[in-house]
DNA sequence: ATCATTTTGAGACAGCTTATCAATTTCAAT
DNA sequence: ATTGAAATTGATAAGCTGTCTCAAAATGAT
């Protein structure tokens, strides 16, 4: 366990301590790597870890995952088949602009929309936890 | 076919041209049954559309509304397990609030987030299509 | 160290979507 | 209107993602 996660593994143990739930080695190993990305599924994790624990279960990953939500690391997002597995604590998201023509995919920021959606939200009482921005259309040079 | 949706036959008829694909009696309906809805599951569509034509198939309306999708008339967007189909003409404008507690989906719409996504895309040269905005969090209920 | 309780790993299972393929339908060219 | 190549359909098998089952192992309070 990297030092720097010291604060997402007392959340995690707070978390557990509160449900009669326990510290195991594979929690701790799955929330060590799981803190380093900013998202990822549990099939990729799956892959990553085989080197660290070649026994380590999927099962044991979407469980975990699945905990780490419930312990409010972690948020779950469907994205085409598949789920992605958040990182809350993980800062710097971005939007994607994308091209319909050619599939360039431009990634953006614009702080005064992220404000514009924490108002929309406030305004029906909803605590924004993460977001997806997708702009569809044509580049520059898709438009002929 | 209802003459109301006379508009979007035609974007269909020009995506078939365009593709060598053909215009069938199935594909009328189910696009006379979609323009009807904001969205729905191809799962909806089946039981909903078995009046009409009993021996309709699933694996059908699942192709149809993919085809639909290519065509611009409709946009997929997965949540839960299920696929759901957004119908972009009938959609305009507005985008989801949705609750990860809860699944609760709350639609909004706000013109000074459209105006900004306009200007983000005018900064990198795009003209947009479509976009999708989906705000995940929690509810005031969820919130506890 | 003991032991009730929780967790794990492996695979079975379930839900949603796509692939397969023979039979049918469409549509451009007669 | 008929023909025939190509596309589409319907039924179902197969695939993929994620959850459930359960015996064996690990945890942690005593």
Redesign the pocket.
Known sequence: MAAKHVKEMEALKEH?GKH????????ELILSAFLRQEHI???AMYHQLAKS?P??????I???L?LFCDAGLAQAR?FG???QYDNIAHKGHHDHLICTGCDKIVEFENCDIERLQEEVATQNGFIIKTHRLELYGLCSRCRH
């Open positions: 557990l009669q739930l326990k510290l195991t080695r594979q929690r599924t549990a099939e624990d026994h380590l279960g999927l099962a044991t979407y469980r975990t699945n469907h088949s598949q789920t």
